[in-house]
């Protein structure tokens, strides 16, 4: 095998797939699965769920090696609209059939069992802690519970149709994004909701990175930014290709306060100051992404329709590898190893491209056989002689370029 030819199909093969993206996708297809929710609770252990666009069934989806490989778990009665987990044994899906479910695991999704159930229609589910959650559901209701999902106290105050995203600051203090242009808070856990309202419409995604600083993106790509908490917004950019469908199901994450990353239909965006500034990541997919979730920077998932998770680790964009070493003169070098018995092998090197030819001769000079015939670019080539077939002797092998002719022996020994 010629290691230098090899070597640049395999840089070329990778310079083609990475120009169209540098996240891996780590899931085989499951047909009609939209992945809807994810989250890592260390480096190796991470979750997804996910419903069918055509019946009722969900999935949940778990990882163990840092999002290589995932394991699915099918809920053959109820859809999974979104999860929440608060340590690596404990978490709780919001599912949905023809009333609302709360599932719980206490073995990290080994095993799940129906810890409640409400009349209501359920979007999202968060967890404060082990023991205090909240439920948002259609039509202005939210949902508390103070003793690990068992049991929910229903209130119907929060001024919104279909929130689409939840986040919590404290056990008391949480706020819902609505698909209207606000933002809802409560600091009393629910028993009074404030609507915080600025120029935008319809807020697809918030997240906050502690308890004073959130980001927020709009159905069309405006991104806004909250310093006091959520109590004010600002308009900080507008995402290139800001129409109302693409940034319909966007989601935004920020790893930490500089870096951020949005995802818009089949497509992601990235910043690295703080909201800003935003660039279009090379993210091509036609099945279209649905959920977010970075570890840190460098490490994140991307999950979408057909089940598909695409994982990343480079914060998206490309690895530079460091600069090729090229060689400076030709040079034809013994083989190795010898005496051999039946193969060996042959290095050569060369400086510039051009036609190489690299040829076998028996001890008398008749020629035997043509290892290298052909046009190839500078570099270090290590070529392979199988003797299988040919008598014990005396062989040599001859390299021969523009300018440049030199002649090796090598002795098989069987």
């Known amino acids: 095998m010629k290691r230098g030819i090899f070597t640049v199909l395999v840089l070329m093969m990778s310079a083609l797939c990475f120009s169209q993206t540098y996240f891996t996708r780590v899931t085989d297809s499951i047909p009609n699965l939209v992945i809807m929710s994810m989250q890592f609770t260390s480096a190796n252990r991470g979750y997804a769920c996910g419903s069918y666009q055509t019946n009722f069934p969900g999935a949940f989806l778990r990882t163990t090696n840092g999002g290589v490989n995932w394991q699915v778990t099918q809920f053959t009665n109820v ?7 608060v340590n690596e044994n404990t978490g709780y899906l919001s599912c949905w059939r023809d009333w609302s479910y709360v599932y719980k695991t206490t073995n990290g999704g080994s095993n799940w069992f129906c810890a409640d159930s409400i009349h209501t229609s359920f ?4 967890f404060f802690d082990a023991n205090t959650g909240c439920v948002v559901a259609k039509y202005n209701t939210n949902h ?22 939840l986040n919590c600051l404290n056990a008391d203090t949480w706020l819902v994004a609505d698909g209207g242009s606000q933002i809802m808070k409560t600091t009393n856990r629910g028993i009074n909701w404030n609507a915080v309202l600025f120029d935008t419409i319809g807020i697809s ?10 980001f927020a993106v709009s159905y069309y790509g405006v991104v806004c930014k909250t310093n006091n908490a959520g109590n004010n917004w ?6 290139a290709g800001g129409i ?5 199901d966007a989601r935004i994450v920020f790893p930490n306060p500089n870096t951020g990353y949005i995802t818009s ?26 959920s977010l979730y970075f570890l840190n920077p460098d490490t994140g998932f991307a999950g979408g329709y057909s089940g598909f998770i695409y994982r990343t680790t480079t914060g998206g964009v490309a690895y530079v590898p460091p600069p090729k070493e090229i060689p400076t003169d030709y040079k034809l070098f013994q083989n190795y190893p010898n005496p051999f018995n039946p193969r060996t092998v042959i290095r050569f090197q060369i400086p510039k491209a051009g036609q190489v030819s690299l040829k076998v001769y028996d001890a008398s000079g008749k020629f035997m056989t043509t290892l290298v015939n052909e046009y190839i670019q500078a570099d270090f080539y290590d070529v392979s002689f199988d003797g299988t077939g040919l008598s014990s002797g005396v062989y040599f092998y001859k390299l021969a ?6 002649t090796k022996r090598m002795v098989l020994l069987k």
């Open 79 to 85: 859809s999974v609209d979104d999860l929440t987990f």
């Open 123 to 126: 979007f999202r589910i968060k």
């Open 144 to 165: 508390f519970t103070t003793d690990g999902g068992y049991t929910w106290t229903s209130q119907y105050n929060g001024f919104w149709h279909e929130p689409s995203s």
């Open 205 to 214: 995604s918030l997240h906050f990175i502690n308890d004073t600083t959130g």
């Open 234 to 239: 600002t308009r900080i950019a507008k995402l």
């Open 244 to 248: 109302y469908s693409t940034f319909y």
């Open 265 to 290: 239909g089949s497509g992601m965006f990235k910043t690295t100051n703080g909201g800003f500034n935003w660039s279009r990541l090379s993210f091509n997919t036609m099945a279209g992404l649905s």
């Open 401 to 406: 370029t523009e300018g440049f002719t030199e």
